[in-house]
């Protein structure tokens, strides 16, 4: 699994460079729909109406994708055909299709998460270069092959960087790594991964 995380960010910077080569690095600006504009009083603080929008697409997406995975049939083949595909073949699925479809998903997931991005950062070919060693991380902080250690991770890891950049931001860029050298000097598979 580490060796397929580590193709697919490695293929991620390659496009990203082939992008940059051919449009440069200069952003475009992405509008806020009209009825998400604005701005709600939450009383210890003011919280932009696209972003609380962003908050409850997001979470909604995540547990809808844990529960197909951890609760469905397709996603007990889907786990069984990641752990042995020889034997999920044998009930007459078709592993390199599922797997293919998956990998599919996962990028119709990125590309949605870029358009909720868009209007909170300008879209440029290098607008997921500063998340994506970050996602590495919570990942591996989660434990590999755990979709609610990656949710639950991601969720954890968003407040504890959002509370360094306000009481200490020097280091805000670093804290993720900090604590991802931690967990894996206690718990070499992640918070949540399986123990081998």
């Avoid at 049939?73 to 069984?80: I, K, P």
Wanted: aromatic residues 10%; glycine residues 12%.
């Amino acid at each position: 699994h580490l060796y397929g995380l580590l193709l697919t960010l490695g293929l991620s910077l390659l496009i990203e460079g082939l992008f940059r080569s051919v449009y440069g690095v200069s952003g475009l600006g992405y509008d806020t729909p009209e009825l998400l504009e604005g701005a709600t009083d939450l009383g210890f603080m003011m919280l932009p109406n696209y972003r609380a929008w962003v908050v409850l697409a997001s979470v909604t997406v995540c547990l809808a994708t844990w529960f197909v995975i951890e609760k469905t049939r397709l996603g007990a083949y889907l786990r069984a055909g990641t752990e042995n595909p020889r034997l999920v073949e044998a009930f007459g699925v078709n592993v390199p299709v599922m797997i293919t479809l998956t990998y599919a998903f996962g990028a119709g997931l990125a590309a949605f998460a870029g358009v909720l991005a868009a209007p909170v950062y300008q879209v440029t070919p290098l607008m997921g270069q500063n998340l994506i060693i970050v996602v590495f991380a919570v990942v591996v902080i989660g434990g590999m092959g755990s979709i609610m250690g990656a949710i639950l991770t991601g969720l954890g890891l968003g407040v504890i960087e959002g509370l360094t950049k306000v009481f200490y931001p020097q280091a805000s860029s670093t804290v993720v790594f900090v604590i991802m050298v931690i967990v894996l000097l206690i718990r070499p598979a992640g918070l949540f991964g399986k123990e081998k």
